[in-house]
Each structure stands twice: as structure tokens, then as C-alpha cells.
């Protein structure tokens, strides 16, 4: 069923559309963000310090998105955004390094660790998906894309 009478529902269903777009990713960030949430406050597991993998969630487009400003030429690549590659694969597996460290040490249990890891993943897949989305934005600055 398509949200217009037309016949035609490759326009307003697809994840092109910028409204639609927005709502996934919002949806899907408040999904990573319950999960991260249920491995913390469930009575069961009952301690909030793996809410400190957050900090990596905002912290793991930066390397990025300042790569993204210092490139010139799209073509190639060059040290810059290797760098920028490399240190945001060690935030990324810092965020889920955390919770097994902490899982293993015992301050927290593996299900927590398990919940936080499921929205950890969640959460990093919506920040390549709004990396991906916003690719074509070739306005010369923060939002040019690197992939």
C-alpha cells in the first residue's frame, strides 16, 4: 500500500525519500539506545557503568567527518583519511570492548553484555547508514562524503 493514489510507489517508499529516512534512522537509534538501556537498568543486571560506551557513539564519526573537511581530491586516498579510518576502528572496538572487559572482570553480567554489544551494533550500523544516506551532499564541506 503506498502513501499517494499514483501507481508508482518507488518515489515515496523508498529510503531515498528524506522524511522516510529520517524516521528509520531515528527508529533505529532508539532501538540501539533501549538495548543499551535494558543491559543497564533491568534489575537483574542492575549497574549503569556500561553507559560510558555512549561516549564512543558520539565520539566515533569525528575522526571523520574531519577527514572529510582536510580532502581536496575524491578519487584517491591519502594518509589523512587512513588515519581517520584507523582510529575510528579503534573507537569502534573500543565500544565493544568495554562491556566484554567489564562482563569479564564481573561488574557486570555477560546478558548485559550481551544487550549492550546488540545495541552497539545497532547503533553503529545507524551511523553508517546516515553516512550513506548523506553521501550525495556535495556542498564542499562537513558533509561531503568519504565513502
Known amino acids: 500500500m503506498c502513501c499517494h493514489i ?38 537483574m543486571y542492575g549497574t549503569w557503568s556500561p553507559m560510558f560506551v555512549i561516549a564512543f557513539y558520539i565520539l566515533s564519526p569525528v575522526p571523520l567527518l574531519i577527514a572529510r573537511r582536510f580532502q581536496e581530491d575524491m578519487t584517491g586516498t591519502n594518509a589523512c583519511i587512513e588515519l581517520a579510518l584507523f582510529i575510528t576502528t579503534g573507537i569502534v572496538i573500543s565500544a565493544f570492548a568495554l ?21 552497539s551494533t545497532i547503533m553503529f550500523g545507524t551511523i553508517i547508514a546516515y553516512f550513506y544516506l548523506h553521501r550525495d551532499d556535495d556542498s564542499g564541506s562537513w558533509s561531503q562524503s568519504l565513502f
Do not use: E, M, Q, W
Open 6 to 43: 499514483h501507481v508508482d510507489c518507488s518515489d515515496c517508499c523508498s529510503l531515498r525519500n528524506p522524511i522516510l529516512a529520517v524516521a528509520a534512522l531515528a527508529f533505529a537509534g532508539v532501538v540501539g539506545l533501549t538495548f543499551l538501556v535494558l543491559g543497564c537498568a533491568l534489575p
Open 99 to 119: 562491556p566484554v572487559v567489564l562482563a569479564h572482570a564481573g561488574t557486570i553480567k555477560h546478558g548485559a553484555c550481551f544487550l549492550i554489544n546488540t545495541g
